[in-house]
T-cell receptor, first 113, second 113 residues
């Protein structure tokens, strides 16, 4: 079936650097995308979302970019901090759903001092 | 704090047994979603309820069932448990009115021995 996937399973960055986490999706009918952060022992936490009528959306220290032509989604984190260390998931609206989300497998971000 | 409450936090049981996981959605949310998270499968959508009615089904086994009660809390029932059912089970909620972020609880960790 169609799925959301991630290019890199792990990413290590130095504190203060910018981080970029990438995601590929295969369902061209998806029109809503979300990034989540999951810390150990906790549930996924909403970071930022974007609809397919947009290419870019900014939040506090985070930016999501959507390239529908190549079905690619990225999350940029500015001035990465140790507290950003977590697993990051991209998700898309699930085509058969009443607004459920289909998740990728996740990227582990490790921020080193 | 997402406002979604799940109980219990941990559950240890034997193969063949039946367990019930409970979820209280965020105040005002009408829709509840259940997800299973295992190491090799990531976050898998199981089932969604909206205002007491089943709305969407994902990869939910026939041994699993769920319901949403008039007070909007939901229960996920897992029966004839197998070792492979050991996982984190997350509940999420949303208003269910359109594409919007799902808000996740901190999960129930199920261990089947």
């Amino acid at each position: 079936g169609e799925s959301v996937g991630l290019h890199l399973p792990t990413l290590s960055v130095q504190e203060g650097d910018n981080s970029i986490i990438n995601c590929a999706y295969s369902n061209s009918a998806s029109d809503y995308f979300i990034w989540y952060k999951q810390e150990s022992g906790k549930g996924p936490q909403f970071i930022i979302d974007i609809r397919s009528n947009m290419d870019k959306r900014q939040g506090q220290r985070v930016t999501v970019l959507l390239n529908k032509t190549v079905k690619h989604l990225s999350l940029q984190i500015a001035a990465t901090q140790p507290g950003d260390s977590a697993v990051y998931f991209c998700a898309e609206n699930w085509s058969n759903s009443g607004y459920a989300l289909n998740f990728g497998k996740g990227t582990s971000l490790l921020v080193t001092p | 704090d997402s406002g979604v409450t799940q109980t219990p936090k941990h559950l240890i049981t034997a193969t063949g047994q039946r367990v019930t996981l409970r979820c209280s959605p965020r105040s005002g949310d009408l829709s509840v979603y259940w997800y299973q998270q295992s190491l090799d499968q990531g976050l898998q959508f199981l089932i969604q309820y909206y205002n007491g009615e089943e709305r969407a089904k994902g990869n939910i086994l026939e041994r699993f069932s769920a319901q949403q009660f008039p007070d909007l809390h939901s229960e996920l029932n897992l029966s004839s448990l197998e070792l492979g059912d050991s996982a984190l089970y997350f509940c999420a909620s949303s208003d269910g009115q359109g594409n919007s972020p799902l808000h996740f609880g901190n999960g129930t960790r199920l261990t089947v021995t």
